[in-house]
């Protein structure tokens, strides 16, 4: 099940948050709660995922994103994600989490998230490949852009995210069945 809660409590945590540009990073701290767990007592990979969301809706509040949405009846949707995980994280232990958005291109913005432990070790890291949509379709970011008051062009994207676009450009779609 979703945990709606955690959301909530994530939203109304930085109700109040001064404002981010689209270009800041959003800065959260969570707990693995014992719901979170794998058989191996650690931060199971799917709960990592919805983690992540407790850290972008909030930043997409704070950069005026979801007023956006509403405002022009808009949706979000994710079109793609790579993750590395490289650090366990195990009950109760908390992590501060860095959310920004990376760059976009003419479809798509790519996000970027990593966990971080009290030690200053990251645990884990993804780019997620999002999309805003609209009755006709995807929205153009530069469009989503321009509606939130920002009159930028994209920072060019990090190697390895263009290295991941590319790649992701040649998978096969749909998959093999066999």
Request: aromatic content about 12%.
């Amino acid at each position: 099940m979703y945990p709606f809660i955690r959301m909530f409590w994530q939203v109304w945590k930085y109700r109040k948050a001064p404002p981010l540009s689209v270009f800041d990073t959003h800065v959260s701290r969570h707990v693995c709660l014992p719901w979170d767990i794998d058989m191996w007592m650690e931060l199971n990979n799917g709960r990592t995922l919805m983690l992540y969301d407790l850290g972008r809706i909030p930043m997409a509040y704070r950069v005026g994103l979801v007023e956006v949405l509403r405002r022009k009846r808009w949706g979000l949707t994710m079109a793609g994600a790579s993750v590395r995980y490289r650090r366990r994280v195990k009950a109760f232990e908390t992590v501060d989490m860095r959310s920004r958005l990376a760059s976009w291109d003419e479809r798509f913005f790519y996000i970027e998230q990593s966990m971080w432990k009290k030690n200053g070790e990251c645990a884990n890291h993804i780019v997620y490949r999002s999309a805003v949509t609209g009755k006709n379709g995807i929205v153009p970011p530069g469009e989503v852009i321009r509606e939130l008051g920002v009159d930028e062009v994209s920072p060019p994207a990090p190697e390895w995210v263009k290295a991941w676009i590319e790649a992701d450009d040649v998978r096969p779609w749909p998959p093999m069945q066999d």
